[in-house]
Each structure stands twice: as C-alpha cells, then as structure tokens.
C-alpha cells in the first residue's frame, strides 16, 4: 500500500493528477483511497474538491472520523481564501 501510495505522489509531482488519484483509489479500501484524495487535493489547495473527497471517506466508513474533521478543515480552508 505504501508504494502504491508513493507512486501516487510521483504521479502527482509530475502533474498527472487523474492519475494520482485513480492509483489512490484503486490500491487501496474505498474509505482510504477516497480520505488519500482528500489529502493529495488539499496539498494543491483544492479545499471543496478535498472536502468532497473527505465527506464521501467518512460517509464509505462512518467510524473514520478523521475524514470528517478533515472535511471540515477543507472547508474553513476554502472559505478563508475566498474571503481574501
């Protein structure tokens, strides 16, 4: 999982981002895969695209509440730069 995770990045460096994602979430259980694009759009400050990802992981599992405190975070972060 940590090298299918790791040639995520590299896809994701090289700026082949559909990529990124579609190797996030095919290697990996729903939940994971989806909270993984969460994390991989809020590093490209993507924060609704991030929050989406979020909600969707912790809607697949309920008891991955770190999805949901991501998701919220996404969501001051997009509401904060919006304002700016």
Not at 27 to 50: C, F, I, K, W
Not at 64 to 73: K, N, S, T, W
């Amino acid at each position: 999982a940590a090298a299918q995770t790791n040639l995520a990045l590299a896809y994701a460096l090289q700026g082949e981002i559909p990529k990124a994602e579609a190797r996030l979430l095919d290697h990996a259980d729903p939940a994971t895969g989806l909270y993984n694009v969460g994390v991989l759009r809020m590093s490209m400050q993507q924060y609704p695209e991030a929050a989406t990802a979020f909600d969707q992981a912790a809607s697949t599992r309920p008891s991955l509440a770190e999805a949901a405190r991501r998701a919220v975070q996404a969501r001051t972060k997009s509401a904060a730069t919006k304002e700016r």
